[in-house]
């Protein structure tokens, strides 16, 4: 069952134990500093960096008025890896903020191509100048 606290809140229930979950609105800067650590959450492989992100976002959760400000909080209190994702998903959707964004690291990656093929050929130029300066070197 879901209902809505007000406007800056959401609450949702959890089973197996029953608990309940509310979650908190970002405000503006946290929302759009949120936005720009989602597309590193998406993008990234690192461990750390993704934990670090999954604990902030959490952060913004209360369980039975409990904050989810710890690793050990967050296993005391949500006790499933399934409730972590709901929850999880829960603060982002709340806050609108999309960790698959597919646009825009697909954006990324086209400029990130360009940059590396510019970079390439100028590398390649630089060899080719290179090699005819040894080879000149060569004949005298």
Do not use: C
Not at 47 to 52: E, I, T
Not at 63 to 71: A, E, I, Q
Not at 92 to 121: H, P, Q, R, T, W
């Amino acid at each position: 069952m879901e209902e809505q606290a007000n406007f800056d809140t959401k609450v949702i229930e959890l089973e197996n134990p029953a608990r309940r979950v509310e979650i908190a609105r970002w405000s503006a800067l946290q929302g759009w500093d949120m936005r720009a650590a989602a597309i590193d959450y998406a993008v990234t492989d690192v461990r750390d960096r993704k934990m670090d992100f999954t604990m902030e976002v959490l952060r913004d959760a209360t369980v039975d008025g409990k904050p989810l400000d710890s690793r050990e909080a967050v296993d005391a209190l949500l006790v499933r890896w399934q409730d972590l994702k709901r929850v999880f998903d829960e603060v982002l959707a709340f806050n609108d903020v999309d960790i698959e964004v597919k646009e825009y690291v697909s954006a990324e990656v086209s400029a990130m191509g360009v940059k590396m093929a510019i970079a390439m050929g100028m590398h390649f130029e630089q060899m080719a100048v290179l090699g005819k300066i040894a080879a000149e070197g060569d004949k005298a």
